[in-house]
């Protein structure tokens, strides 16, 4: 386990490296009445394109945080696991123990801890979705006690925050209690999704290690719907090393939305749907992908190809029109939604209307595709030329 780390963590610095573009911006501050540094990572392709949107990742401890999350987001963007990100890292290391301080008889937050999450939510949000391509899909991300205070934004009235990552936190010995005074249900009448990311691990204390477990179960009983509760065990020996596991760990959780439709996606949520529902299935993924993400993928052919299957053989391929329409919606430029729209005639005996859409496909194609040989014998196949 030592070693799959030690080379994961040398792979994804090598990409901080070599492959970011970071900005160092301070960011004058009417709530804290100073200064504070702000580190703003702009991913690869930012300043070419001037119209896509990035999802915004917040991480506390930017100290120690920031390259790591970087680092790993470089990796899943390059491996189409995840979109990529912008991520602001704030600066805490002279502040820290006055920016999450709470009160050790009651949990609240101090007056300096209060004026630090009113400074995340109204300032550094703010400065970022007015000077930055940012999408709607933001997550903010702390350890320790930076998690602990992660764990308060729950309680917002409007739900803004999608994804909140807690990496070995400390919780206050209230926060069963605290959890209980939020409206945690406001999240299940949201059109969005949203992720409630913390881990345990058998480094922590005996009574760090209950407290994050008491967490998990609580609110992983409630079972609200959009809000994905994501309950993690890590086994290391070092909390330094479980931080490190985390980040990629919640990171494929969080953006399980953004990724090709994976064996166990299909068999939990498609392999029993019915050919409509299948393709509203996919259509409904990839428009959420691009609201969210601000990302128009179009489609992966590897996710046409995994609900084909359920088109072609469930109700005599009837819905094959349909399938292809779809595709052509989201897809414009990929030829299988033609492909599809002719199988549909050819299969009701119409060849002329299959053939035009075959021949639509194919001049789609490039004559260097390797699939085009293979495409074009369905004209043949029908007497076209």
Same mark, same amino acid.
């Given at each position: 386990?030592?070693?799959?780390?030690?080379?994961?963590?040398?792979?994804?610095?090598?990409?901080?490296?070599?492959?970011?573009?970071?900005?160092?911006? $301070?960011?004058?501050?009417?709530?804290?009445?100073?200064?504070?540094?702000?580190?703003?990572?702009?991913?690869?392709?930012?300043?070419?394109?001037?119209?896509?949107?990035?999802? !915004?990742? =917040?991480?506390?401890?930017?100290?120690?945080?920031?390259?790591?999350?970087?680092?790993?987001?470089? !990796?899943?963007?390059?491996?189409?696991?995840?979109?990529?990100?912008?991520?602001?890292?704030?600066?805490?290391?002279?502040?820290?123990?006055?920016?999450?301080?709470?009160?050790?008889?009651?949990?609240?937050?101090?007056?300096?801890?209060?004026?630090?999450?009113?400074?995340?939510?109204?300032?550094?949000?703010?400065?970022?979705?007015?000077?930055?391509?940012?999408?709607?899909?933001?997550?903010?991300?702390?350890?320790?006690?930076?998690?602990?205070?992660?764990?308060?934004?729950?309680?917002?009235?409007?739900?803004?925050?999608?994804?909140?990552?807690?990496?070995?936190?400390?919780?206050?010995?209230?926060?069963?209690?605290? !959890?209980?005074?939020?409206?945690? $249900?406001?999240?299940?009448?949201?059109?969005?999704?949203?992720?409630?990311?913390?881990?345990?691990?058998?480094?922590?204390?005996?009574?760090?290690?209950?407290?994050?477990?008491?967490?998990?179960?609580? &609110?992983?009983?409630?079972? =609200?719907?959009?809000?994905?509760?994501?309950?993690?065990?890590?086994?290391?020996?070092?909390?330094?090393?479980?931080?490190?596991?985390?980040?990629?760990?919640?990171?494929?959780?969080?953006?399980?939305?953004?990724?090709?439709?994976?064996?166990?996606?299909?068999?939990?949520? =498609?392999?029993?749907?019915?050919?409509?529902?299948?393709?509203?299935?996919?259509?409904?993924?990839?428009?959420?992908?691009?609201?969210?993400?601000?990302?128009?993928?179009?489609?992966?052919?590897?996710?046409?190809?995994?609900?084909?299957?359920?088109? =072609?053989?469930?109700?005599?391929?009837?819905?094959?029109?349909?399938?292809?329409?779809?595709?052509?919606?989201?897809?414009?430029?990929? $030829?299988?939604?033609?492909?599809?729209?002719?199988?549909?005639?050819?299969?009701?005996?119409?060849?002329?209307?299959?053939?035009?859409?075959?021949?639509?496909?194919?001049?789609?194609?490039?004559?260097?595709?390797?699939?085009?040989?293979?495409?074009?014998?369905?004209?043949?196949? &029908?007497?076209?030329?």
């Amino acid at each position: 386990m030592i070693k799959k780390t030690l080379t994961l963590l040398f792979i994804l610095f090598s990409f901080v490296g070599f492959s970011q573009k970071t900005i160092v911006t $301070p960011l004058k501050s009417d709530i804290l009445e100073t200064t504070r540094n702000i580190k703003i990572y702009l991913p690869e392709g930012y300043e070419r394109d001037s119209i896509k949107n990035y999802p !915004l990742t =917040i991480v506390l401890d930017e100290e120690y945080m920031f390259d790591s999350y970087v680092g790993t987001s470089i !990796l899943f963007a390059k491996r189409d696991k995840a979109p990529k990100q912008i991520v602001v890292g704030i600066s805490m290391e002279e502040t820290k123990q006055e920016d999450i301080s709470f009160n050790r008889s009651n949990g609240t937050f101090t007056t300096t801890a209060r004026y630090f999450y009113d400074f995340i939510r109204d300032e550094v949000i703010f400065h970022m979705e007015s000077n930055y391509r940012t999408s709607p899909y933001i997550s903010l991300i702390g350890q320790g006690y930076s998690a602990n205070m992660v764990s308060h934004f729950l309680k917002e009235n409007t739900a803004f925050i999608n994804s909140f990552i807690c990496i070995n936190p400390s919780f206050s010995d209230f926060i069963i209690g605290e !959890l209980q005074t939020y409206n945690l $249900p406001k999240f299940a009448k949201e059109d969005n999704t949203f992720y409630f990311y913390t881990n345990n691990s058998d480094s922590f204390s005996k009574s760090k290690s209950e407290k994050i477990g008491k967490v998990q179960q609580a &609110l992983s009983e409630l079972e =609200i719907k959009n809000f994905n509760v994501i309950n993690d065990v890590i086994t290391t020996s070092s909390a330094v090393s479980a931080i490190h596991e985390a980040i990629p760990r919640a990171m494929t959780k969080i953006f399980e939305v953004y990724s090709a439709i994976s064996k166990e996606e299909y068999d939990e949520k =498609i392999k029993d749907l019915a050919p409509k529902d299948a393709i509203y299935y996919l259509e409904n993924k990839y428009l959420e992908i691009e609201f969210l993400f601000g990302t128009n993928l179009g489609i992966r052919e590897r996710d046409i190809y995994a609900i084909e299957n359920i088109i =072609i053989e469930k109700e005599n391929g009837k819905r094959l029109r349909d399938f292809g329409d779809m595709i052509l919606k989201i897809f414009p430029t990929s $030829p299988l939604g033609e492909y599809y729209i002719g199988r549909y005639y050819e299969s009701a005996k119409m060849t002329k209307k299959a053939l035009k859409y075959y021949k639509i496909g194919y001049g789609k194609m490039d004559p260097a595709d390797p699939n085009s040989d293979a495409y074009y014998e369905n004209i043949l196949r &029908l007497g076209g030329q």
